[in-house]
C-alpha cells in the first residue's frame, strides 16, 4: 500500500483546508482502515482522526466538531476537512492505513506527510 498525502498550506485561524490522501493498493480500498496523524513542531506525533473499514469514525478530543474524515473509495481516496482552523493544529499531517482492523491501533502503511500551517 503506497500511501499519498497533499493538500495542506498556509492559511489563518479560523479558516478551512482539505487534505486528501490517495492509496495505490493491491487491496481492494475499502477493505483498508485509514487514519490521520500529526507531529507539531517540537512535539511527539499524535492520532488525529480514523476511519476504519468497516465505516466507524473517531477523533482526537482536540480536533472533535471540527475536522471530519471521509473516504471516496471509488477514487482510492480519504479525506480530513479541518475546518476553524487553530494556531495549535500547524503541524505536518500523515495519513496511514491498515488492511482490516487495528486492534492494536497500529498502522502498517504511512504516506509522506504534508504541511500545515495556521496563522494566527
Known amino acids: 500500500v503506497q500511501l499519498q498525502a497533499f493538500g495542506g498550506g498556509l492559511v489563518q485561524a479560523g479558516d478551512f483546508l482539505r487534505l486528501s490522501c490517495a492509496a495505490s493498493t493491491r487491496t481492494t480500498f475499502s477493505r483498508l482502515s485509514m487514519a490521520w496523524f500529526r507531529r507539531a513542531p517540537g512535539k511527539e506525533r499524535e492520532f488525529v482522526a480514523a476511519?476504519?473499514?468497516?465505516?466507524?469514525?473517531n477523533y482526537a478530543d482536540s480536533v472533535k466538531g471540527r475536522f471530519t474524515t471521509s473516504r471516496d473509495n471509488a477514487e482510492n481516496t480519504v479525506y480530513l476537512q479541518m475546518d476553524s482552523l487553530k494556531p495549535e493544529d500547524t503541524a505536518i499531517y500523515y495519513c496511514?492505513?491498515?488492511?482490516?482492523?487495528?486492534?492494536?491501533?497500529?498502522?502498517?502503511?504511512w504516506g509522506q506527510g504534508t504541511l500545515v500551517t495556521v496563522s494566527s
Open positions: 496511514a492505513a491498515n488492511i482490516g482492523a487495528v486492534p492494536s491501533g497500529r498502522y502498517a502503511y
Open positions: 476511519l476504519q473499514w468497516l465505516g466507524s469514525t
